[in-house]
């Protein structure tokens, strides 16, 4: 056996030169150094931002790689003080609370039908908003516990006692507040509008629970779509009854949008983990595979 290796040219080769590269390799593709194993790659350092390490955020959250923080509560601040100046309006004579009162007879005087205005504002009301809520919240508890999340009780009693918490917030401003009602209602403490409150809350709340449900961009759309028409809708049907002022439906509006962003951080911070979306739990829970992605998404 010989010792010498076998020389690397072709049997046609009669001299020693060193191999030549032939023309078209594609030298482009070969291992990077320190056996990386990576085209284009000079050293072994791991890229910027590994496939494996990205994590799924949980739905209606910004940004998923990299990692950002969730819902910032410095929008609680702009809220806060629209809602003020707003409450400021109503309890004072000044040109918006005249100029308000000046749309209430216009909105009055409109081409909906009465009945269709008190079915509208009829949805405000506790006997409807209520049961509602009650139902998304025991759906998205069952369907929660099935795919064993951790506290997976927590966005459902945030739902119920958010809803809870509007006659203890409206209550006592129309108590401090005292403003009289429209030309037919008597009596005063109309601002803030309690059904526009409690329709926008117990219907948003509801949406929230169903949010992280949907895999569809385009149904979380329409449904967040579906529910800013509806509450909309309840307090315009108010105004055309004659039932409240226009500012007092807008008090309640930002009013709802307060409370609902305080739930939203409260699931958000002590809720269950954003690693893995509900809809994905629950595919791996009753050991199917989620439905692809809608194309209209």
Same mark, same amino acid.
């Given at each position: 056996m010989r010792d010498t290796p076998r020389p690397q040219g072709t049997v046609g080769d009669s001299g020693s030169e060193l191999p030549r590269l032939r023309p078209g390799r594609a030298i482009a593709h070969t291992t990077g150094a320190s056996g990386s194993g990576s085209p284009h790659r000079s050293d072994s350092r791991s890229p910027q931002t590994p496939r494996g390490a990205r994590q799924p955020d949980l739905i209606g959250r910004p940004g998923t790689t990299p990692p950002v923080p969730g819902r910032p509560a410095w929008v609680l601040g702009p809220l806060l003080l629209l809602f003020a100046l707003l409450t400021w309006q109503a309890a004072v004579d000044t040109p918006l609370r005249r100029a308000d009162e000046r749309l209430a007879g216009t909105v009055a005087d409109s081409r909906l039908p009465e009945r269709a205005a008190e079915l509208l504002a009829d949805l405000g009301n506790i006997t409807v908003a209520v049961p509602v809520l009650l139902a998304v919240a025991a759906h998205v508890a069952w369907r929660a516990r099935r795919a064993a999340l951790p506290r997976w009780w927590l966005p459902p009693l945030a739902a119920v006692g958010t809803l809870a918490a509007v006659p203890?917030?409206?209550? +006592?401003?129309?108590?401090?507040?005292?403003?009289?009602? #429209? +030309?037919?209602?008597?009596? /005063?403490?109309?601002y803030p509008s309690g059904h526009t409150a409690t329709a926008a809350v117990g219907y948003g709340a509801a949406c929230l629970l169903l949010l992280p449900w949907l895999r569809s961009r385009y149904l979380r759309r329409e449904l967040v779509i579906g529910w800013a028409v509806l509450a909309g809708a309840v307090g315009f049907g108010l105004v055309r009854r004659g039932y409240h002022w226009p500012l007092d439906v807008a008090g309640s509006w930002v009013l709802s949008l307060i409370v609902l962003? $305080?739930? *939203?951080? $409260? $699931? &958000?911070?002590?809720? +269950? +983990?954003? /690693? @893995? &979306? #509900? *809809? @994905?739990? *629950?595919?791996? *829970?009753t050991g199917r595979s989620p439905a692809g992605p809608d194309p209209r998404a």
């Open positions: 203890a917030l409206v209550v +006592p401003l129309k108590i401090v507040i005292g403003r009289t009602g #429209p +030309p037919g209602m008597g009596g /005063d403490g109309y962003y $305080v739930m *939203a951080l $409260v $699931v &958000e911070r002590y809720g +269950p +983990p954003s /690693d @893995q &979306e #509900p *809809a @994905q739990a *629950a595919g791996a *829970a």
